[in-house]
C-alpha cells in the first residue's frame, strides 16, 4: 500500500488549476498554428491571429486565457494500491479553492441551479473516479468553460440510424452552436453506453491531445472525416465564415445495449485547457 | 480600415455603422451579464432609476477576471450574448445603442435594434488577456455582490470590435460564411 497525503493532492490541485488557466496545452497552440496558415479566409486569418497574439500574452503574464475560467472537472485515477490520508474529495475541492483564489480565476459556480447565489470560491469541483490496477495517483484538472458546453446535446439514436445518423448529429449539433461557442472548436463525441455514460464520454474526449487519434482504424479515419465535413459548414473563426470551424474531432465509444445507439457531442472552444500531473 | 468612435454613441452615429465595419471604440462602456440584466430590467419595470445612464450607452456582456495588483482589470473577454436576448429590447427602449458580445441574437433583439437605432458588436471570443489590455479603467457602480457579474463601469481605449448586427439587421453571421462558401 503506498501513502498519500491529502495535503499533497490539494497543492498538486492548486497548481494544475491556474497553469490549466494560464497556458494553453502545446498541441492545441500547434492545431490553432497549422490551421491559421491553411486558412484562406482573410477575415478568418486575422481572427486566428488574434486568437495567438492573446495565448501568448497570457503565457507571458500568467494571466487567465479566457475571463470563464470554468468550472473545475477534476478527473481521479486511483490506483488499487494507493491509500489516501485524508478526505479525497475534500483535498481536491480545497485545491480549486487554493488555485482560483491565489491564481485571480474568476468564481463562476452558484450553489443551486435555481436560487444561483455564488459560492464564491469557485467549489464545488465537478470530480470523477476512476479506480486501475497499481500504486499511481493521476489527476487532470479541466477548467470547462460554459459558452461551449451550453452547446453541447445528447440523444438516444435508434440502432438503425448507424453510422449516418451519427454523422448527421454531430454536423447538427455544430451548426446548432454556429458562432456561440467561440469557433475555432474542439469536438468531443460519445457514442455507445448508456445516456450518462455517452456524455461522460463526449467530455474524456475533450482531453485528448490533438496529436492522437483513436486507437481504432474505422474510428480514426471517423474523426478525420468529421473534421473535414465539420470544416465544410463555412461558420470559421468566430463565425465570421472560413475553413477552419473546428481545431480536432475526437471520439470515443464503449458497447451498448441491443436497443440502443446513443450519441453525445460536448463542445470545447479554441481555449481546450487541460493539466494532468501523477502522483 | 477600423472607425474610430468615442463614447456616448448617439443613434445617429449608431445608424450609421455597417454590418462587418472594424470600429476602435474609446470611452465608456458598462458590463453586464444575465444576473445584472435580471436586475435592470426589474427596475425598469417598477419605473425606478437605473444605476447606470442608459441613454446612447453601450453594454460590454462580460464577466472578467480578478484585477492582480497594479492591473486595471483580469481577463476579460465577451461572453455569449443570447442569454441577455430577454433583457436587451428592454434597455435598447431605455436608449442603449450599442451591446458587445458574440454569437448569434434572437429577431425580437434585432426588432429593437431596427426600431431604435441600435448596433451589435462582436469582440474576440477567447481572447480576454489580449482585450484587456485596452480597458485603461475599471470600477464597480452596482450590485457588488454579484462578484464577476456586477456592473462595472470601463474607460477604454481603442478597444476593437466588429458590427455582427446593423441598425437594419445586416448580419455578418450570415452573409460572412455566405461569402466564404461562394468561394467554394
Known amino acids: 500500500m503506498r501513502e498519500i497525503a491529502a495535503q499533497k493532492i490539494t497543492e498538486a490541485v492548486r497548481q494544475m488549476c491556474i497553469d490549466a488557466n494560464c497556458f494553453l496545452p502545446q498541441d492545441v497552440k500547434n492545431r490553432i498554428e497549422e490551421s491559421y496558415n491553411m486558412e484562406p479566409w482573410p477575415q478568418a486569418k486575422e481572427i486566428l491571429e488574434r486568437i495567438i497574439e492573446n495565448y501568448k500574452i497570457a503565457d507571458e503574464k500568467a494571466s487567465p486565457i479566457c475571463q470563464d475560467t470554468g468550472v473545475a472537472c477534476v478527473f481521479v485515477t486511483i490506483g488499487q494500491e494507493v491509500h489516501i490520508q485524508g478526505d479525497l474529495a475534500e483535498a481536491i475541492h480545497e485545491g480549486v479553492r487554493q488555485g482560483y483564489a491565489d491564481g485571480y480565476l474568476r468564481k463562476s459556480v452558484v450553489r443551486d441551479p435555481l436560487d444561483r447565489v455564488n459560492t464564491g470560491d469557485n467549489t464545488p469541483a465537478m470530480i470523477y473516479y476512476d479506480i486501475v490496477p497499481g500504486d499511481k495517483l493521476e489527476i487532470t484538472v479541466a477548467p470547462k468553460g460554459f459558452g461551449s458546453e451550453n452547446m453541447s446535446q445528447i440523444k438516444m439514436l435508434k440502432p438503425s440510424d448507424g453510422l449516418q445518423g451519427v454523422k448527421d448529429f454531430i454536423l447538427k449539433v455544430v451548426e446548432d452552436a454556429g458562432p456561440n461557442p467561440c469557433p475555432p472548436i474542439v469536438v468531443g463525441v460519445g457514442v455507445g453506453g448508456t445516456f450518462d455514460k455517452a456524455a461522460f464520454m463526449a467530455k474524456k474526449a475533450l482531453m485528448r491531445s490533438a496529436d492522437e487519434r483513436h486507437p481504432e482504424p474505422f474510428w480514426a479515419d471517423l474523426e478525420k472525416e468529421m473534421l473535414e465535413k465539420v470544416n465544410e459548414l463555412g461558420i470559421g473563426p468566430q463565425g465570421f465564415g472560413g475553413k477552419t470551424t473546428a481545431l480536432c474531432v475526437n471520439i470515443e465509444k464503449c458497447p451498448t445495449h441491443i436497443a440502443g445507439l446513443p450519441i453525445a457531442v460536448n463542445i470545447n472552444c479554441h481555449v481546450t485547457r487541460h493539466k494532468t500531473e501523477v502522483l | ?184
Open chain 2, 1 to 184: 480600415m477600423s472607425i474610430s468612435i468615442k463614447t456616448p454613441l448617439t443613434r445617429e452615429q449608431a445608424r450609421q455603422l455597417k454590418s462587418g465595419d472594424s470600429v476602435l471604440l474609446t470611452g465608456v462602456i458598462y458590463t453586464a451579464r444575465d444576473a445584472a440584466h435580471k436586475r435592470l430590467c426589474e427596475l425598469v419595470a417598477q419605473g425606478k432609476e437605473l444605476p447606470l445612464d442608459a441613454k446612447d450607452s453601450i453594454i460590454y456582456f462580460v464577466g472578467p477576471t480578478p484585477a492582480k495588483p497594479g492591473q486595471a482589470i483580469g481577463s476579460a473577454g465577451p461572453t455569449t450574448s443570447y442569454r441577455m436576448d430577454a433583457y436587451s429590447p428592454t434597455m435598447i427602449a431605455q436608449g442603449q445603442t450599442g451591446m458587445i458580445g458574440k454569437g448569434k441574437r434572437s429577431p425580437e433583439v434585432i426588432a429593437a435594434m431596427k426600431e431604435h437605432g441600435a448596433v451589435y458588436f462582436g469582440a474576440i471570443g477567447g481572447c480576454g488577456a489580449l482585450l484587456s489590455k485596452c480597458i485603461k479603467k475599471a470600477e464597480v457602480i452596482a450590485y457588488d455582490d454579484l462578484g464577476a457579474e456586477a456592473i462595472r463601469r470601463l474607460e477604454v481605449e481603442d478597444f476593437p470590435v466588429i458590427v455582427i448586427i446593423d441598425s437594419e439587421g445586416n448580419n455578418l453571421y450570415e452573409t460572412g460564411r455566405a461569402a466564404y462558401l461562394a468561394t467554394k
